[in-house]
């Protein structure tokens, strides 16, 4: 298994500004994602993180407006730039371990963006 | 990918048997059957999956048609922690990582 932290777990930021999130996991592990999930939806994945390359966007994201980190196989960061209104959601990282049979996918406990 | 149709929600009493419905009919023979919840205000947490047999675990029975065309997520005997929503997800393979989330069921529990 793996457990797996945000910080922070919750912040209000003003439109405009940007926000770094981080993902933190307690074992080393292959692959990262971020999801995000808007109010009253389902999760959508923003991209993959991959450990020492550049993060591999979905359709919809781009690196600009999203841009990850992931500097080790324990950690990565996502950040939301310019933010406006419609960033608000919650954002969550999962992973998938490397000694599972990559059926079984972990997440945190999100992060709550509100941007005012 | 293949899509997944559930129903938007679900009642159940607590301690009664809860049955699932995920509908998968363009479901391809690679397609691994994969079960989410996401409790209120948490992360989803992986339930059970299958490919072609029925599975079994701690959690829950995944009982799947012989057409692969649909599945039955049943909980044997639901609490009020059961309370959640529910995704059927296809996963090709069984091992991609980019899990695509349709709308899910959202079940509630009834003391």
């Known amino acids: 298994s793996a457990v797996i932290s945000q910080k922070p777990s919750r912040d209000i930021c003003q439109r405009g500004t940007s926000l770094t999130i981080q993902c933190q996991v307690d074992?080393?592990?292959?692959?990262m994602f971020w999801y995000r999930q808007q109010p009253g939806q389902s999760l959508t994945l923003i991209a993959t993180a991959n450990q020492g390359s550049e993060a591999t966007y979905e359709s919809g994201f781009v690196i600009d407006k999203f841009p990850i980190s992931r500097p080790n196989l324990t950690f990565s960061t996502l950040t939301v730039s310019n933010m406006s209104p419609e960033d608000s959601s919650i954002y969550l990282c999962?992973?998938?371990?490397?000694?599972?049979?990559?059926?079984?996918?972990?997440f945190g406990p999100g992060t709550r963006l509100t941007v005012t | 990918d293949a899509k997944t149709t559930q129903p938007n929600s679900m009642e159940s009493n607590e301690e009664e048997p809860v049955h699932l419905p995920c509908n998968h009919s363009?479901?391809?023979?690679?397609?691994?059957i994969h079960w989410y919840r996401q409790l209120p205000s948490q992360g989803p947490e992986y339930v059970i999956h299958g490919l072609t047999s029925n599975v079994n675990n701690r959690m829950a029975s995944l009982a799947i048609a012989e057409d692969r065309k649909s599945s039955t997520l049943i909980l044997h005997r639901a609490t009020l922690r059961d309370a959640a929503v529910y995704y059927c997800i296809l996963n090709y393979g069984g091992s991609q990582g980019n899990l695509i989330f349709g709308k899910g069921t959202k079940l509630s529990v009834k003391p």
């Open positions: 363009t479901i391809s023979g690679t397609d691994y």
């Open positions: 999962s992973v998938i371990p490397p000694a599972g049979e990559h059926y079984e996918q972990y």
């Open positions: 074992s080393q592990v292959t692959m």
